[in-house]
């Protein structure tokens, strides 16, 4: 039940942050926007304030789906016409609690003579929009970068000396590898004893124990536990005898200008090491048709959620900055049907000096929004065989 709580906090936090992006600078280049969510549809509740030269009730309240159907929403609305007054943003409370949504007027071509459509808005004024989504999932993962630095986040230290605070932790391991056979886990921490102190020590214990029985007293989450298993006599290249990768690491605080300052030069490594990523997968999957990493889907991140939310509130913090990249670096892509593929049409206006016919452009986002499904369903269905096979 906490790894869904966690789940949907996560994922309902990137999503609403990134709409909260289009909202705001719509709103601040004066597009109207009819509706801003929390929450997926059916609506709990909306509110709406009124404006107008009388104000005899300020906003008016607005019941699920219903707007002006039901009696008193009927009543708040002639009153609301008697007075010459007119409805903003409704501020909605929706039953499906993973992120939210944002209605702008004339985001899909439409109103264009209207002066207050998205539209009928400059390209650089569109673009800033779209664009905004992207730089909210930014600097959503540097606030949260840093506010994980202040409370103390984990960090690698040098290995070879006794530091009684440190920690032993499995960084990686090598599928088909005795340490995979036994059952190890990447995050699990090796628990020190009178026989290693440090990280060089438990290298040591290995070596010396090639083709031997080891076991290894392991702490997963708040759970301990015990393996054992056998180094291998020789070992592929660069994989080691037990097929592990260690880092010793320490919790360490900073102060908030040094969170934020450190917090900063975190995210922007991580957004570029992110395209560099996505960029060699891109190129791969053009040369060579294989991806060189694997991807994970909803079901992949709802399985690495339960994971990290074992390890500790600093790594569920972490983990949801590296999404919140993640999905803004997705979002910037020039797809059709995500905001980067809006921006590519807008673009393409640019250069050709007249807008691409909206009944193009949306032909192109559906068949994006089509093929983005079908890729999320395939991507999915490699989870469940790789999970639970």
Not at 316 to 330: D, E, H, P, R
């Amino acid at each position: 039940m906490l790894t869904v709580i966690v789940f949907i906090l996560i994922v309902g936090v990137l999503i609403f942050v990134h709409e909260l992006g289009h909202f705001l600078t719509a709103r601040k280049n004066g597009i109207r926007v009819s509706e801003f969510g929390f929450g997926f549809p059916p609506r709990i509740i909306g509110f709406q304030f009124m404006s107008g030269q009388k104000k005899t009730k300020k906003w008016r309240l607005i019941w699920g789906k219903h707007d002006g159907d039901d009696e008193n929403e009927k009543v708040d609305l002639e009153e609301a016409r008697e007075n010459q007054e007119t409805g903003g943003t409704i501020y909605s409370l929706n039953w499906i609690p993973l992120g939210g949504f944002v209605k702008i007027k004339g985001e899909n071509g439409d109103a264009k003579e209207d002066l207050d459509s998205f539209a009928a808005k400059s390209a650089w004024t569109r673009i800033k929009v779209l664009i905004a989504g992207v730089l909210m999932n930014f600097l959503l993962a540097w606030f949260l970068i840093s506010f994980g630095l202040m409370l103390g986040a984990p960090e690698s230290i040098e290995s070879n000396q006794s530091n009684p605070s440190s920690k032993i932790k499995i960084s990686e391991v090598v599928v088909d590898s005795p340490a995979n056979l036994m059952g190890l886990k990447v995050g699990d921490e090796i628990l020190k004893n009178e026989i290693f102190e440090n990280l060089e020590d438990v290298q040591n214990y290995i070596n010396v124990n090639k083709g031997k029985e080891i076991t290894l007293y392991i702490k997963r989450g708040n759970t301990l536990l015990n393996f054992t298993g056998m180094p291998r006599e020789n070992a592929p290249a660069g994989q080691g005898l037990l097929g592990i990768g260690l880092t010793e690491i320490s919790i360490i605080k900073y102060s908030f200008f040094e969170a934020v300052w450190k917090g900063l030069i975190v995210t922007v490594n991580l957004i570029l090491t992110m395209i560099l990523s996505i960029y060699g997968v891109l190129k791969n999957l053009l040369f060579t048709q294989k991806a060189v990493v694997e991807i994970a889907g909803p079901l992949g991140i709802a399985i690495l959620t339960k994971q990290v939310t074992e390890l500790g509130l600093v790594y569920i913090i972490q983990f949801a900055a590296i999404l919140s990249v993640n999905l803004g670096i997705i979002n910037a892509l020039p797809f059709p049907a995500l905001d980067g593929g809006r921006i590519l049409f807008i673009l393409i206006e640019k250069v050709k000096g007249s807008p691409i016919s909206q009944k193009t452009e949306q032909m192109f986002h559906t068949i994006g929004f089509i093929l983005l499904i079908t890729l999320m369903i395939f991507i999915t269905f490699k989870d469940v065989t790789k999970f639970f096979k």
